[in-house]
């Protein structure tokens, strides 16, 4: 039900799909639907769920890695877009609410404590000497998650595919980024 309702929201937005569509993609009554949830909104909280779990157990990885803040910054973009690539429908959904309801103003409360985790990353890597002393960390982090995130505009999962895609991003980045 919230793979048929995640796809539904990609193609159509979120407020434009109702239980009544959810319901017949999957070949099931509405009332059917509402037996399993309470509504849309518990879908959209799920879906923004899993791609911000996705990313908080990136970071969770990364926070425990016993490296250098640099080497620790490029991991967690690489694993980044490996969530992406992973879950790439629930991701796209998350990319797109502006917070307009409850739930996606907590998507997007969430979203910035990830970008701060990022931001932190970067001006670590600076006191080390790592990276740039000219680059503002928090628009590195945004040009950073900014890069990774085009790519729902874009790719196209396949298997094998995001390793390569993780791999160009992290040295398109961070060429630029590095001392």
Known sequence: M?????????EQGYDATSMFDIAESLGITKSSVYHHISGKEQLLQ???????DGLFEAAEDVREADLPAIERLERLIRLSVLVLAERFEFVTVLLRVRGNTEVEQHALTRRREFD??????????????DVRPDVDPATAARLLLGMVNSLTEWYKPRPGGAEAIADAVSNVAFEGLRM
């Open 2 to 10: 919230l793979n048929a309702a995640v796809r539904l929201f990609n």
């Open 46 to 52: 799920m879906a923004m769920d899993r791609a911000l």
């Open 116 to 129: 701060a985790v990022v931001t932190e990353l970067v001006k670590q890597a600076q006191a080390e000497g």
